[in-house]
């Protein structure tokens, strides 16, 4: 195999990881009603708020990781074996569970840094 060709697998394996992540947040959204949505996502928002205050590049680190070979797929399956081992561990909860789960594992990580 060529560099080429093992650039052009990776940046494959990232669309292909691009296309899931966007087919679970399809999936998530359109399984709730609107009104569910809309108090889901100002919960959501101030969480994103915070966590944007001790990550502020999180945003270009994760639009770099779509352009490197490779790293978005490690990083989404990663991210996939994790939730399964949330999901099966807290029978019952949602995506959203897991959303407010990370964000707040986060920060709390972020604020344990900062000490």
């Not at 959204?29 to 009104?35: A, G, H, L, V």
């Not at 996502?41 to 779509?66: G, H, V």
Request: aromatic share 22%; proline share 3%; net charge positive.
């Amino acid at each position: 195999m060529s560099y080429e060709e093992i650039f052009i697998l990776g940046w494959n394996l990232n669309i292909l990881m691009f296309v899931i992540n966007f087919i679970i947040a399809l999936a998530t959204m359109t399984s709730k009603p609107k009104e569910q949505l809309f108090v889901e996502n100002k919960i959501l928002t101030s969480l994103k708020n915070e966590f944007d205050k001790y990550y502020p590049y999180r945003k270009y680190e994760t639009l770099a990781t779509y352009f490197i070979p490779f790293t978005a797929f490690f990083r989404m399956c990663y991210r996939i074996i994790e939730m399964y081992f949330f999901f099966s561990r807290n029978r019952g909860t949602k995506m959203f569970d897991y959303m407010i789960y990370k964000y707040q594992s986060d920060i709390e990580l972020a604020k344990n840094r900062l000490k």
